[in-house]
C-alpha cells in the first residue's frame, strides 16, 4: 500500500479536478476509482492530472484499467493530464481494445 498517495479535489466550473499525488499502485487506484464514483452524476467533465505521481506499479495500473472498463473513450468526460497521462489514461489501455 502506497502510504504517500493522496487526492486533491477541486470543483472548477461544471467539474472537477483532480490533483495525484505520490505513490500509485493497487490501493491508489481503488482510492482513484472511488473518488471518481463519489463525484456527482451531473459532473460535465473530470480532469485527472498526474505530474506529482512518483511511481506507477503496473498491477495499480490493472486494477485501474480492469475497474474503469465500462468507460467509453470516445464520450467519457475524464480526461487525464500531466507528465504521467498517457500511463494512465483509459483510452490508451490494451484491456479496452
Known amino acids: 500500500m502506497a502510504s504517500n498517495f493522496g487526492i486533491a479535489t477541486e470543483k472548477k466550473g461544471d467539474g472537477f479536478v483532480l ?3 505520490g505513490d500509485f499502485d493497487a490501493t491508489s487506484a481503488y482510492e482513484l476509482i ?6 456527482p452524476d451531473e459532473t460535465v467533465k473530470i480532469s485527472i492530472y498526474t505530474n506529482g505521481v512518483k511511481n506507477i506499479h503496473p498491477y495499480g495500473l490493472d486494477v485501474f484499467h480492469r475497474n474503469m472498463r465500462p468507460v467509453n473513450c470516445r464520450s467519457t468526460k475524464i480526461e487525464f493530464a500531466g507528465d504521467n497521462a498517457s500511463k494512465l489514461s483509459l483510452c490508451n489501455s490494451s484491456l479496452l481494445s
Open 19 to 21: 490533483k495525484l499525488q
Open 34 to 39: 472511488y473518488a471518481i464514483k463519489k463525484l
